[in-house]
């Protein structure tokens, strides 16, 4: 499967954006699918992750309430609804895929990633 992030963007701070992870070449409803960012100069970190029917989702704890992760599996794309938005968000974000059934938060545990879409935030 091949999947592709968007709708990153500079933004201030308590902004929103809608992260959208569009799939190609694979129904997108076999996989889970996390998200993942990364800072300058920190590690790739998981931030969210919904299952392929969307019923079960899990989060990073500093994104709790602000971070929504959805599907609609009709056109192929999972999508990071990100409101609240802090400094500390700023990063890249990327979307990953899975076969397996259990969420996973280890990015070594993905198969499939997608180019990244840079997140902003400013004070």
């Known amino acids: 499967v091949q999947l592709q992030a968007s709708g990153g963007g500079l933004v201030q701070a308590e902004d929103f954006l809608r992260l959208s992870c569009a799939a190609s070449g694979r129904i997108l409803s076999n996989y889970n699918i996390a998200w993942f960012r990364q800072a300058p100069g920190k590690e790739r970190e998981f931030v969210a992750a919904v299952t392929r029917d969307g019923g079960t989702t899990l989060y990073k704890d500093s994104v709790k309430g602000r971070f929504t992760a959805s599907r609609d599996n009709a056109k192929n794309t999972v999508y990071l609804q990100m409101s609240s938005l802090k400094p500390e968000d700023t990063a890249i974000y990327y979307c990953?895929?899975?076969?397996?059934?259990?969420?996973?938060?280890?990015?070594?545990?993905?198969?499939?990633w997608g180019h990244g879409t840079q997140v902003t935030v400013s004070s």
């Open positions: 990953a895929a899975d076969l397996r059934s259990r969420l996973r938060v280890l990015p070594a545990e993905y198969t499939y």
